[in-house]
C-alpha cells in the first residue's frame, strides 16, 4: 500500500529531480502546501503573501524506501540550516518544511531532526518546520517533470544536474534502473 510524504525544501523542481528515480517512489508531484488562500498559482506564491511553500507530495512503497530513508534523502539534498531561502533562491515558499501525514510521520521526523542535531551532521541549527499537512495543490502543468522536460536550461544546468550528480554518485542504489 503506498503512503505519501510531502516536503520543501526550496525549489520544487530540484525535489522532484531528486525523488522521481528513486526505488520505491511510484509519482512525484510539484505543488503548493502550508497557505492561506485556496488554489494559488505559481505568480501568487512567488510574491511570498500566500503563506505557501513550493513543496513535493511523494507517492512511495514503504516497503522498497521507509519514510526514515526518504527524510534522510530530504536532508542530504538541501539546507535546513538556511531561513526561508536555498541557494539564490529566497523568500517564505522556499522554507525548509515537513508536512506530516499521521503522527508517526510527526515522531518520525521529529526523531530524525533529533538525531542529525545530536550528530552535529550540520554547521547550524536545523530549522525544518514540522507541521502537520494541510491541503496539496498541484502547480501547474509546466513545473511537473520540469528536469526532464528542460534539462539544459540554465537553472537546471545550474542547480538541478549537480544534485542528480550527487544522487547517482552516492546514491546509486537507491535508483531505479534506467
Not at 503506498?2 to 512525484?28: D, N, Y
Not at 534522510?72 to 538541501?78: E, K, M, N, Y
Not at 528536469?147 to 542547480?159: I, L, V
Request: glycine content about 6%; some cysteine.
Amino acid at each position: 500500500m503506498l503512503e505519501s510524504a510531502t516536503i520543501a525544501g526550496g525549489c520544487f523542481w530540484c525535489l522532484e529531480a531528486v525523488f522521481q528515480p528513486l526505488k520505491g517512489v511510484e509519482k512525484v508531484v510539484s505543488g503548493y502546501i502550508g497557505g492561506r488562500v485556496p488554489n494559488p498559482s505559481y505568480e501568487s506564491v512567488c510574491t511570498g503573501l500566500t503563506g505557501h511553500a513550493e513543496a513535493i507530495q511523494i507517492s512511495f512503497d514503504p516497503v522498497l524506501l521507509s519514510y526514515r530513508d526518504l527524510l534522510q534523502l530530504f536532508f542530504a539534498f538541501h539546507d535546513p540550516t538556511t531561513l526561508n531561502r536555498q541557494g539564490p533562491d529566497t523568500g517564505t515558499q522556499y522554507r525548509s518544511a515537513i508536512f506530516t501525514h499521521s503522527v508517526a510521520q510527526q515522531h518520525e521526523a521529529e526523531r530524525v531532526v533529533r538525531e542529525l542535531t545530536a550528530d552535529q551532521t550540520f554547521p547550524a541549527p536545523i530549522l525544518t518546520q514540522i507541521t502537520p499537512a494541510s491541503t496539496f495543490y498541484s502547480a501547474e502543468a509546466y513545473h511537473q517533470d520540469y528536469f526532464r522536460n528542460n534539462p539544459t536550461k540554465g537553472y537546471c544546468q545550474a542547480m538541478i544536474a549537480p544534485k542528480v550528480a550527487k544522487l547517482r554518485a552516492g546514491y546509486s542504489e537507491r535508483l531505479r534502473p534506467l
